[in-house]
Every structure is written in structure tokens, then in C-alpha cells.
Antibody, heavy 124, light 108 residues
Framework: EVQLLESGGGLVQPGGSLRLSCAAS????????MCWVRQSPAKGLEWVSG????????YYADSVKGRFTISRDNSHKTLFLQMDSLRADDTAIYYC?????????????????WGKGTTVTVSS | EIVLTQSPATLSLSPGERATLSCRAS??????LAWYQQKSGQAPRLLIY???NRATGIPARFSGSGSGTDFTLTISSLEPEDFAVYYC??????????FGQGTRLEIK
């Protein structure tokens, strides 16, 4: 069974940094594209970032471009999201999720396996 | 940015009834639309991809239709576990995916 488990959330002051981790079990990260998605009462569901399995290209929502960095450690089956220059409107539950694959076709950026999420609160 | 507008905001039905949820895009998105179900305290669950294809393991009572700007999720006969919030998502432009604001399906 494929499982994802996020960690690293917490309370941080505006302008601060956090590094989120997502531990994957039951799948090889190198074979799947992965995403971070956040959810807040104010903005709802918002795709944040993605990393492609083949080649490792990375992509970001305009709202986080230049401040967040997605990366992965295939050997340790862990996905990361480095978040810098945090703002109050980054407050949300952050989910890591796997891009849906059906019959070897990758459906960027639909997501079929999600973690339980980790909460990030940006406040002074 | 492509905006997805879901209606109604809340839908009140009884088990066994048919549910019809709508998602309208601010511009044509071909058939690049997915539907998710989210229960309280849980992550979203992928139900339908590319407008009308059921994801792996999704029951046949869930079906999707539409193309261009107007899309529908239909649940043919509601089960008690179907009462949740439903979101649509479009993926027309690379790395510019967006979600709708959700429809809450509640027990009448």
C-alpha cells in the first residue's frame, strides 16, 4: 500500500523559514511525479509545486515562486518543500501528493495518493 | 488564471437519491477536469479524471461528463459514505492547475 506522511509544520513568524518533509512508503519516488498542495479556509485548495519523475524538473505556483523550493531524496524516499520568506497568507494545511498514473500515462497534475497533511501557521 | 465555479454551494439530499454537482470554467478547458471527494479531517480523494474517467477503485455510481466550460459530477444513488465536500480541478495549462471552491453534499 502506498502511503505518504508529512512532517515539519509548525508556527513561524512572518519572514521565517520552514522545511516540510514527506516520507513515502510502498513506492519509489524516482518513478513518480509528486506535488505539494495546500488548503486554507480563505483560499481553499491550492496547488503549490510539482516535481517531475523523469528529469526532476520543478514547477511552482506564481504565489510561491522564488520563495519555495521542492526537492526529493530518492534513496530515502522523501520529498521536501523548503519554504522561505513566509507570509501570513501561506498559513494552511500542506499535503504532499502523488501524480496519478493510469496504464503508464502520467496525468499531470491530478493526484491520487495524498498524505494526511501538516499544518503551517505564519503569525507573529 | 482559469477560475472554476461550483454550484450549488450546498446540496441537501437523502440516501438513495441522485446527486448532480456542477463545475463551470471561466474559459474552455477541453476535457481536462477532475473531481475529488473530501471528508472532514481527511485529504481529498480522486474520483474522476479527464471529465469522465473513473479513477482506480472508484464505484460505478460516480460518473462525470462535460467538455469546454460546463461539467457535471453525478452520483446515481447516494450511499451514507458519499456525504462530503466535492471539488473540481482543471489542468489545461502546464503547472497552472486550479481548484473550484467546493460543493458540500449534506444529508437531508
Amino acid at each position: 500500500e502506498v502511503q505518504l506522511l508529512e512532517s515539519g509544520g509548525g508556527l513561524v513568524q512572518p519572514g521565517g523559514s520552514l522545511r516540510l518533509s514527506c516520507a513515502a512508503s510502498g513506492l519509489s519516488l524516482s518513478n513518480y511525479s509528486m506535488c505539494w498542495v495546500r488548503q486554507s479556509p480563505a483560499k481553499g485548495l491550492e496547488w503549490v509545486s510539482g516535481i517531475i519523475a523523469s528529469g526532476g524538473s520543478t514547477y511552482y505556483a506564481d504565489s510561491v515562486k522564488g520563495r519555495f523550493t521542492i526537492s526529493r531524496d530518492n534513496s530515502h524516499k522523501t520529498l521536501f518543500l523548503q519554504m522561505d520568506s513566509l507570509r501570513a497568507d501561506d498559513t494552511a494545511i500542506y499535503y504532499c501528493a502523488k501524480v496519478y498514473v493510469e496504464v503508464s500515462v502520467h496525468y499531470y497534475f491530478y493526484m491520487d495518493v495524498w498524505g494526511k497533511g501538516t499544518t503551517v501557521t505564519v503569525s507573529s | 488564471e482559469i477560475v472554476l465555479t461550483q454550484s450549488p454551494a450546498t446540496l441537501s439530499l437523502s440516501p438513495g437519491e441522485r446527486a448532480t454537482l456542477s463545475c463551470r470554467a471561466s474559459q474552455s478547458i477541453n476535457s481536462f477536469l477532475a473531481w475529488y471527494q473530501q471528508k472532514s479531517g481527511q485529504a481529498p480523494r480522486l474520483l474522476i479524471y479527464d471529465s469522465s474517467n473513473r479513477a482506480t477503485g472508484i464505484p460505478a455510481r460516480f460518473s462525470g461528463s462535460g467538455s469546454g466550460t460546463d461539467f457535471t459530477l453525478t452520483i446515481s444513488s447516494l450511499e451514507p459514505e458519499d456525504f462530503a465536500v466535492y471539488y473540481c480541478q482543471q489542468r489545461t495549462h502546464w503547472a497552472k492547475t486550479t481548484f473550484g471552491q467546493g460543493t458540500r453534499l449534506e444529508i437531508k
